[in-house]
Protein backbone atom coordinates (compact mmCIF):
# COMPACT_ATOMS: atom_id res chain seq x y z
CA UNK A 1 0.00 0.00 0.00
CA UNK A 2 2.58 2.11 1.16
CA UNK A 3 3.44 4.97 -2.43
CA UNK A 4 -0.25 4.19 -3.66
CA UNK A 5 -2.13 7.12 -5.06
CA UNK A 6 -6.26 6.95 -3.50
CA UNK A 7 -9.25 8.68 -3.24
CA UNK A 8 -10.29 9.26 0.46
CA UNK A 9 -13.44 10.44 2.11
CA UNK A 10 -12.96 12.90 5.10
CA UNK A 11 -15.13 11.04 7.85
CA UNK A 12 -14.41 13.38 10.74
CA UNK A 13 -12.19 15.09 12.42
CA UNK A 14 -9.12 13.91 15.02
CA UNK A 15 -7.60 17.21 15.39
CA UNK A 16 -8.17 19.52 13.32
CA UNK A 17 -5.78 22.10 15.07
CA UNK A 18 -3.16 19.45 13.37
CA UNK A 19 -4.52 18.91 10.44
CA UNK A 20 -5.53 14.83 11.88
CA UNK A 21 -8.48 13.35 10.33
CA UNK A 22 -10.32 9.62 9.75
CA UNK A 23 -11.27 8.36 6.71
CA UNK A 24 -11.75 5.81 4.13
CA UNK A 25 -10.59 4.45 1.13
CA UNK A 26 -12.81 4.96 -2.10
CA UNK A 27 -10.75 3.67 -4.70
CA UNK A 28 -11.57 0.10 -6.06
CA UNK A 29 -8.22 -1.36 -4.61
CA UNK A 30 -8.75 -1.06 -0.74
CA UNK A 31 -12.51 0.69 -1.07
CA UNK A 32 -14.05 1.14 2.74
CA UNK A 33 -10.35 0.86 4.32
CA UNK A 34 -10.05 3.30 7.03
CA UNK A 35 -7.61 5.57 7.29
CA UNK A 36 -5.86 8.10 9.37
CA UNK A 37 -5.76 11.56 6.93
CA UNK A 38 -3.06 14.40 7.38
CA UNK A 39 -3.44 17.69 5.74
CA UNK A 40 -1.24 21.05 6.39
CA UNK A 41 -4.27 22.65 5.24
CA UNK A 42 -8.49 22.92 5.41
CA UNK A 43 -10.01 20.09 3.47
CA UNK A 44 -13.14 19.42 1.96
CA UNK A 45 -15.32 16.04 1.76
CA UNK A 46 -12.48 14.02 0.34
CA UNK A 47 -8.52 13.91 -1.09
CA UNK A 48 -6.92 12.95 -3.63
CA UNK A 49 -3.62 11.41 -1.81
CA UNK A 50 -0.59 8.90 -1.04
CA UNK A 51 -0.46 6.40 1.36
CA UNK A 52 2.26 8.19 3.12
CA UNK A 53 2.98 5.87 6.15
CA UNK A 54 1.80 2.39 7.28
CA UNK A 55 1.49 2.04 11.48
CA UNK A 56 1.76 -0.76 13.19
CA UNK A 57 0.23 -1.08 16.04
CA UNK A 58 1.29 -3.08 19.07
CA UNK A 59 -1.80 -5.51 18.44
CA UNK A 60 0.22 -6.15 15.66
CA UNK A 61 -2.69 -4.69 13.19
CA UNK A 62 -1.77 -2.00 10.48
CA UNK A 63 -3.91 1.48 9.52
CA UNK A 64 -2.48 3.76 6.77
CA UNK A 65 -1.89 7.21 6.68
CA UNK A 66 -2.96 9.07 3.98
CA UNK A 67 -1.50 13.16 2.99
CA UNK A 68 -2.20 15.20 0.04
CA UNK A 69 -0.06 14.44 -2.87
CA UNK A 70 1.73 18.41 -2.59
CA UNK A 71 2.26 17.59 0.89
CA UNK A 72 5.42 15.84 1.50
CA UNK A 73 6.04 14.60 5.20
CA UNK A 74 8.64 13.23 7.06
CA UNK A 75 8.82 10.84 9.93
CA UNK A 76 8.76 13.40 13.32
CA UNK A 77 5.92 15.18 11.83
CA UNK A 78 3.57 12.55 11.26
CA UNK A 79 4.54 11.48 14.46
CA UNK A 80 3.79 14.82 15.94
CA UNK A 81 0.87 14.89 14.14
CA UNK A 82 -0.68 11.37 15.36
CA UNK A 83 0.17 12.21 18.67
CA UNK A 84 -3.02 13.88 19.13
CA UNK A 85 -4.61 10.95 18.31
CA UNK A 86 -5.87 9.36 21.77
CA UNK A 87 -5.70 5.33 21.86
CA UNK A 88 -3.32 4.66 19.38
CA UNK A 89 -0.18 3.41 19.97
CA UNK A 90 2.42 2.81 17.01
CA UNK A 91 4.31 -0.12 17.67
CA UNK A 92 6.15 1.09 14.14
CA UNK A 93 6.06 3.16 11.38
CA UNK A 94 6.86 2.99 8.04
CA UNK A 95 6.91 5.64 5.82
CA UNK A 96 7.71 6.84 2.33
CA UNK A 97 9.64 9.61 2.40
CA UNK A 98 12.91 9.70 4.47
CA UNK A 99 15.01 12.79 5.00
CA UNK A 100 19.00 13.08 6.02
CA UNK A 101 21.35 15.55 5.86
CA UNK A 102 25.00 15.57 6.75
CA UNK A 103 28.47 17.04 5.42
CA UNK A 104 31.49 16.97 3.39
CA UNK A 105 34.22 17.62 6.44
CA UNK A 106 37.41 19.16 5.27
CA UNK A 107 40.15 19.41 7.97
CA UNK A 108 43.75 20.71 6.64
CA UNK A 109 46.76 20.43 8.65
CA UNK A 110 49.13 24.11 8.24
CA UNK A 111 51.87 22.10 6.35
CA UNK A 112 49.49 20.15 4.23
CA UNK A 113 49.27 21.13 0.45
CA UNK A 114 45.35 20.01 0.39
CA UNK A 115 42.77 19.16 2.91
CA UNK A 116 41.50 16.03 3.31
CA UNK A 117 37.76 14.80 4.14
CA UNK A 118 36.18 12.58 6.62
CA UNK A 119 34.70 9.19 5.46
CA UNK A 120 32.67 7.05 7.39
CA UNK A 121 31.32 3.12 6.79
CA UNK A 122 28.19 2.44 8.77
CA UNK A 123 27.24 -0.72 10.35
CA UNK A 124 25.17 -1.76 8.07
CA UNK A 125 26.28 -0.30 5.28
CA UNK A 126 29.25 -1.78 2.49
CA UNK A 127 30.53 1.81 0.85
CA UNK A 128 32.15 4.81 1.99
CA UNK A 129 30.11 7.82 2.17
CA UNK A 130 29.78 11.12 4.94
CA UNK A 131 28.59 11.46 8.51
CA UNK A 132 24.90 12.08 7.98
CA UNK A 133 21.51 11.29 9.74
CA UNK A 134 17.65 11.81 9.83
CA UNK A 135 16.19 14.96 10.77
CA UNK A 136 14.62 15.17 14.29
CA UNK A 137 11.27 17.24 15.13
CA UNK A 138 12.03 21.41 14.97
CA UNK A 139 15.58 20.84 13.49
CA UNK A 140 16.30 22.80 10.55
CA UNK A 141 19.06 20.84 7.91
CA UNK A 142 22.30 22.54 9.17
CA UNK A 143 20.75 21.72 12.62
CA UNK A 144 20.23 17.76 11.75
CA UNK A 145 23.86 18.23 9.87
CA UNK A 146 25.87 19.41 12.93
CA UNK A 147 23.99 17.01 15.35
CA UNK A 148 24.86 13.98 13.69
CA UNK A 149 28.27 14.42 12.73
CA UNK A 150 28.96 15.14 16.88
CA UNK A 151 27.08 11.92 17.35
CA UNK A 152 29.03 9.65 14.74
CA UNK A 153 32.43 11.24 15.10
CA UNK A 154 32.49 13.88 17.91
CA UNK A 155 33.76 16.08 15.88
CA UNK A 156 32.28 19.72 16.25
CA UNK A 157 31.97 21.56 12.69
CA UNK A 158 31.07 24.90 10.96
CA UNK A 159 28.98 24.87 8.49
CA UNK A 160 30.17 26.86 5.43
CA UNK A 161 28.26 29.24 3.27
CA UNK A 162 26.45 28.55 -0.35
CA UNK A 163 27.12 24.77 -0.34
CA UNK A 164 24.36 22.65 -0.44
CA UNK A 165 23.89 19.32 -2.77
CA UNK A 166 20.62 17.22 -2.77
CA UNK A 167 20.99 13.16 -3.41
CA UNK A 168 17.36 11.78 -4.21
CA UNK A 169 17.28 8.07 -4.55
CA UNK A 170 15.23 5.16 -3.61
CA UNK A 171 17.44 2.87 -1.80
CA UNK A 172 15.28 -0.04 -1.47
CA UNK A 173 11.58 -1.06 -2.80
CA UNK A 174 9.14 2.23 -2.71
CA UNK A 175 10.63 4.46 -0.01
CA UNK A 176 11.82 7.88 -1.32
CA UNK A 177 14.81 9.64 0.62
CA UNK A 178 16.47 12.55 0.38
CA UNK A 179 20.15 13.82 1.73
CA UNK A 180 20.78 17.06 1.80
CA UNK A 181 24.99 17.32 2.17
CA UNK A 182 26.45 20.83 3.54
CA UNK A 183 30.24 21.08 3.24
CA UNK A 184 31.62 21.64 6.85
CA UNK A 185 35.24 23.20 8.47
CA UNK A 186 36.23 20.04 11.32
CA UNK A 187 38.53 22.02 14.03
CA UNK A 188 40.12 18.54 14.96
CA UNK A 189 40.94 15.73 13.37
CA UNK A 190 40.49 13.25 15.86
CA UNK A 191 37.49 11.40 15.66
CA UNK A 192 35.44 8.76 18.11
CA UNK A 193 33.37 6.83 16.63
CA UNK A 194 29.78 5.79 17.52
CA UNK A 195 29.92 2.22 17.45
CA UNK A 196 26.56 1.68 17.02
CA UNK A 197 25.92 3.38 14.03
CA UNK A 198 29.67 3.33 12.15
CA UNK A 199 31.83 0.70 11.76
CA UNK A 200 35.30 2.44 10.96
CA UNK A 201 36.68 5.88 9.33
CA UNK A 202 39.20 7.12 7.03
CA UNK A 203 40.50 10.43 6.18
CA UNK A 204 41.37 10.83 2.68
CA UNK A 205 42.36 13.90 0.45
CA UNK A 206 40.02 15.20 -1.45
CA UNK A 207 41.43 14.65 -4.98
CA UNK A 208 41.85 10.68 -4.00
CA UNK A 209 38.12 10.12 -2.63
CA UNK A 210 36.24 9.54 -5.67
CA UNK A 211 38.50 6.41 -5.79
CA UNK A 212 37.34 5.38 -2.31
CA UNK A 213 33.78 6.09 -2.65
CA UNK A 214 31.15 4.32 -5.08
CA UNK A 215 27.78 6.18 -5.05
CA UNK A 216 26.94 8.47 -8.33
CA UNK A 217 25.19 10.57 -5.87
CA UNK A 218 28.34 10.73 -3.41
CA UNK A 219 30.80 11.14 -6.08
CA UNK A 220 28.80 14.03 -7.64
CA UNK A 221 28.62 15.62 -4.32
CA UNK A 222 32.56 14.98 -4.29
CA UNK A 223 33.29 16.24 -6.83
CA UNK A 224 30.80 20.19 -6.12
CA UNK A 225 32.83 19.95 -2.85
CA UNK A 226 36.33 20.11 -4.69
CA UNK A 227 35.22 22.97 -7.05
CA UNK A 228 34.36 24.66 -4.02
CA UNK A 229 37.33 24.19 -2.04
CA UNK A 230 39.25 25.44 -5.09
CA UNK A 231 37.53 27.77 -5.94
CA UNK A 232 36.74 29.78 -2.53
CA UNK A 233 39.40 27.69 -0.20
CA UNK A 234 42.78 26.53 -1.02
CA UNK A 235 44.89 28.76 -0.24
CA UNK A 236 43.49 29.24 3.39
CA UNK A 237 45.84 27.11 6.28
CA UNK A 238 43.64 25.78 8.80
CA UNK A 239 40.99 24.65 5.62
Known amino acids: MLSKEVKAEIYGSLNEKSGVYSGYITSEACSGERVY ?42 RQRLSTVRFLNIEKLSCLYEKSCGAVILYKEKDDSEASILLVKNQKGRFWSFPKGHVELWENEKETAVREIKEETDLDVEILDNFREISDYCPFGKIRKRVVFFLAAAKSNKVKIQESEIESYTWVKLSDAKRVCTYENDLRVIDKAREYYEDHLAKKANI
Open 37 to 78: ILSRRPVGDYIYGVVTAVITQSDGSEKYVVTQKQDIMYEPEI
